[in-house]
């Protein structure tokens, strides 16, 4: 049965560093907590109902695909085992068991790392508008959700509100440089490798998804903050797949399609959510879930 839904979490002793529309970060010595609520935004909007266990599914989808990707690129986790955090964490047990992890701290940078196998969302618009996405010319005549014929790297500002917005490798050079930005690109292309590879075995595609990464004090890059989780990606069905408009998904498509059905002007107030659609979105969450990693939900 599903668990209470966390929306807010309240640590007393820890330092909140800030609140993100679904993670809350805190500081405990030297390293950082980062807890995933179960709240849930669309439209850039935090709604006013969260997802039973949504935090839950995406904190153990990142640690199984951090896990599987060291080999690629080290990353910020440090653990998730609430055992390991400091004490002054510990007594917050009911708040951080199975939503948490306690991870290195590094400076983020500013630029979000895209990687596209498909043409689809914010992708699909610039290409039926320029022909191009982030600059990158593709080729006439692809439909909506097509495959395109490589795997492209597309990166995009990182907004504090607001939309993300997609940016050319030469803007995003001159934000962190273009050494870093060619390594960048080349990881971001071979974890989504990995990941495509895994989901298509497990019935899935990744259609897309973003990579964060930051530097510590002394220059070393980490990858950082969530990866390939439902809120960060495009994973579809296999089996249903069929280019040439949107597809059915594993994400929060099911959220904002209820939205638009209820004409929302994507203004305050934030509407609720029916019960319906917080359980449809929450067996969508957890199939793919269950899917990827082969094992259940930990409570």
């Not at 390293?31 to 935090?46: E, H, K, M, N």
């Not at 199975?98 to 500013?110: E, H, I, Q, Y």
């Not at 990941?195 to 899935?204: D, M, N, T």
Request: glycine share 8%.
């Amino acid at each position: 049965m599903p668990s209470h839904v966390l929306l807010d979490t309240k640590l007393d002793d820890l330092s909140l560093v800030r609140r993100g529309k679904v993670r809350d970060v805190y500081a405990v010595g030297d390293a950082l907590i980062l807890v995933a609520t179960d709240r849930i935004s669309a439209f850039d909007y935090v709604l006013g109902s969260g997802i039973p266990d949504k935090g839950r599914i995406l904190n153990q989808l990142s640690a199984f695909w951090f896990g599987r990707t060291r080999g690629i690129i080290q990353n910020h986790l440090i653990s998730t085992n609430v055992a390991d955090y400091p004490e002054v964490a510990r007594r917050y047990a009911d708040q951080l068991e199975g939503r948490s992890v306690l991870a290195k701290r590094t400076n983020p940078l500013p630029v979000e790392c895209v990687a596209r196998g498909y043409i689809s969302g914010s992708g699909w618009k610039d290409y039926k508008a320029t022909g191009e996405v982030c600059g990158i010319a593709l080729p006439k005549g692809l439909r909506e959700s097509d495959r395109l014929p490589e795997p492209i790297f597309t990166p995009a500002t990182k907004a504090e509100s607001g939309h993300d917005e997609n940016i050319s490798e030469e803007a995003a050079a001159k934000v962190v440089g273009a050494d870093l930005l060619a390594r960048l690109k080349r990881l971001t292309l071979e974890l989504y490798a990995h990941g495509v590879a895994h989901a298509e075995s497990k019935g899935i595609i990744l259609a897309d998804t973003k990579f964060e990464f930051g530097l510590t004090d002394d220059g070393e890059l980490y990858l950082i903050d969530e990866i390939m989780t439902p809120d960060s990606s495009r994973y579809w069905p296999k089996d249903t797949y069929s280019p040439g408009g949107a597809q059915p998904s594993f994400d929060k498509q099911f959220v904002r399609d209820y939205l638009e059905s209820i004409k929302w002007n994507k203004q305050p107030p934030v509407p609720s959510l029916p019960d319906e659609v917080i359980q449809g979105t929450r067996s969508k969450y957890l199939d793919a879930f269950r899917r990827l990693t082969g094992h259940e939900l930990d409570q």
